[in-house]
């Protein structure tokens, strides 16, 4: 498995608008996302999906952008404030091996790891942060790129998480990426 990073400099390739008619950001989210909610977003790059998360979450909610690249972070904090969402959004800079987020057990009612598993060193250890970030019962919406990750290099990432307690609880359509709906059990 291929953990080469996304560099900065692509970072605004990312944010190509044909993206939004494949994904539909809006449409996805909204079926995880409610005003309020705690989100943690590990892998953000310049904030393609936290834009629509800040607005899901509304002015009582919080996303929290975790990502090893401060530049991808510079970017997506400009983007932030210039929608006026700054109020909703923490950005933090993670080591390769951790997203230094251990102040958030228990505290995430929903995180979205998209298209960024596949360039972490260790899925397993991935996962292990992110559940335990979950609350009981939460859900974790993991995406990654069919044209970038295969399908067994997508089932080996989806055992690692199941091994860190997360249980499948949908497969959502997503074009040109594989997802799962992981979710942390009620009574952890
Ligand atoms: C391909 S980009 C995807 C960005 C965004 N999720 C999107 O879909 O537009 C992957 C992002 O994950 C970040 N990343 C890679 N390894 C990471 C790690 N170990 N912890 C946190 N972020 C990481 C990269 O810096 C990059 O911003």
Not at 50 to 57: E, F, G, M, S
Not at 79 to 100: C, K, M
Not at 113 to 124: D, G, I, L, Q, R
Request: hydrophobic share 50%.
């Amino acid at each position: 498995m291929a953990h080469r990073v996304c560099p900065w400099w692509m970072g605004p390739l990312l944010l190509n608008p044909l993206r939004r008619w494949t994904i539909k950001p809006e449409k996805l989210l909204g079926n995880y996302v409610r005003e309020g909610m705690n989100v943690l977003e590990p892998g953000p790059g310049m904030g393609f999906l936290t834009l629509p998360l800040a607005r899901l979450v509304g002015p009582q909610g919080k996303v929290i952008a975790v990502d090893i690249q401060p530049k991808m972070l510079e970017k997506l904090r400009q983007r932030v404030a210039a929608a006026g969402f700054a109020t909703r959004v923490e950005t933090r800079v993670a080591t390769p091996d951790s997203l230094q987020i251990f102040d958030l057990v228990g505290a995430i009612d929903f995180a979205l790891a998209f298209a960024m598993v596949h360039e972490t060193p260790s899925a397993e250890r991935f996962f292990h942060e992110v559940a335990a970030a979950l609350r009981p019962g939460a859900t974790l919406l993991f995406v990654e790129p069919s044209g970038h990750v295969s399908t067994e290099s997508f089932a080996a990432e989806l055992a690692a998480a199941q091994a860190a307690g997360l249980t499948v609880d949908a497969e959502p359509k997503i074009a040109r990426n594989y997802a799962a709906l992981l979710r942390k059990a009620a009574t952890a």
